[in-house]
């Protein structure tokens, strides 16, 4: 939502230069931790839980590589509460989340930003966050509230996981983009797509569940048609938009699985800028990320904690959001530059599948995948 892989090592966030959103089960997009101070040290003290300790708090924030506020901002929460913030940044959203639920009350960190909706359950059944209400809540959209009803973690953004092409290698060729996930199963596409495996990559595992929510049952003899057509499968979405997408790089394949946002980052961070975006979203294929972030069970300072989750999804961080991560912000009361508006693409009806039914099947979906597709 919009994610290395996670997915986005800088697509949804820095496309072209290193542009973001997965180890659904494993890694995504970066392998290694990068731990960086995104704030400076507390100069007050804070509580923790307990409310007795005088030592100055700095906390943990675990995430995405494509979690890239702007420079400084979490300096405005530190000097706002006295609390310091270390940001490690870890890989894909699926990296993080299998990294979460084996540390699950130990954790590494005491919040961690970028679960999104398609691992969510999986986080929730391993007990690893501890429930918060934030204070913004009448703020966000309610739709993601509703996705955690307990409040074991907060929405922060929503985007949207879809097919993008390379508008120029169409255009030369004389040849129509594929603007349906029927479609792609056309020998009109043989060899040219590229998808992120769902069993590695966040964004992956949200396009295979684009096509289960589009054709049931039948899904797997779409993948079936795919195979057959000469889909590429690789680990990671920074693999398939750098490496093989053709708009991206010398890659051989102008259809790629990557985000509603990828246009308005090609446009943005391109040098010279140029008057249009190179891709476009096939609007009828996208599925609806959300993002979620939550105070790790086990924390040390779960009081600070709470703070820092209502900072992340307060105005002041919010309007952040659209042109450092390249994501929608969930509080309603945020503003979003007319640049992102005017090139990214929000679609009026994504395919989405409730978190409770991809929880109960979500093992059995990727079983089915795996034996299908790559075999």
């Known amino acids: 939502m919009y994610p290395s892989d996670v997915s986005r090592c800088r697509l949804r966030l820095a496309l072209v230069g290193v542009l973001v959103l997965g180890a659904l089960l494993l890694t995504g997009c970066g392998q290694n931790e990068r731990p960086t101070s995104d704030s400076s ?10 409310g007795t300790t005088d030592e100055p708090v700095t906390l943990t924030l675990l995430a995405h590589d494509s979690f890239t506020p702007s420079e400084g901002i979490l300096a405005e929460f530190t000097a ?9 940044r870890g890989g894909d959203a699926g990296a993080l989340v299998t990294k979460a639920v084996v540390t699950s009350g130990n954790p590494e960190g005491d ?6 909706n398609t691992l969510l359950s999986r986080a929730i059944e391993a007990d690893v966050f501890v429930p918060y209400e934030t204070v913004h809540r009448a703020d966000l959209d309610p739709v ?5 009803p307990n409040g074991e973690v907060t929405p922060v953004d929503s985007g949207d996981v879809c097919i993008n092409y390379d508008k120029r290698w169409f255009a030369q060729r004389g040849l129509t983009p594929p603007l349906t996930l029927q479609s792609l199963a056309s020998a009109n596409y043989r060899n040219l797509l590229v998808v ?11 396009f295979m569940l684009a ?3 589009e054709f049931g049952d039948e899904w797997t003899q779409w993948w079936t048609t795919l195979r057959d057509n000469g889909v590429l499968i690789v680990d990671s979405w920074s ?3 750098y490496t093989h997408f053709t708009s991206a790089s010398d890659g051989e394949r102008p259809i790629v699985v990557s985000y509603a946002s990828s246009p308005p980052a090609e446009v943005i961070f391109a040098d010279p800028r140029p008057s249009d975006a190179p891709t476009a979203v096939a609007a009828l294929t996208c599925f609806r990320q959300y993002e979620f972030a939550g105070i790790l069970r086990g924390t040390k300072h779960e009081v600070a904690a709470q703070q820092l989750i209502d900072f992340l999804v307060s105005k002041t961080f919010q309007d952040d959001l659209a042109l450092t991560q390249f994501v929608w912000p969930i509080n309603r009361t945020a503003t979003v530059p007319q640049e992102f508006i005017d090139y990214a693409m929000r679609p009026e009806n994504p395919l989405t599948i409730e978190p409770a039914v991809i929880a109960a099947r979500r093992a059995e979906w990727l079983d ?5 597709v790559l075999r």
């Open 196 to 206: 992120p495996s769902p069993l590695t990559s966040s964004p992956g595992l949200a």
């Open 368 to 372: 089915a995948f795996s034996e299908v």
């Open 41 to 50: 040290m507390p100069r007050t003290s804070t509580s923790n839980p307990a």
């Open 80 to 88: 706002q509460t006295g609390i310091g913030v270390r940001v490690v």
């Open 111 to 116: 919040v961690l930003w970028g679960i999104d």
């Open 239 to 241: 693999d398939a938009y």
């Open 211 to 213: 096509s289960i929510a």
């Open 144 to 148: 993601a509230v509703a996705l955690s």
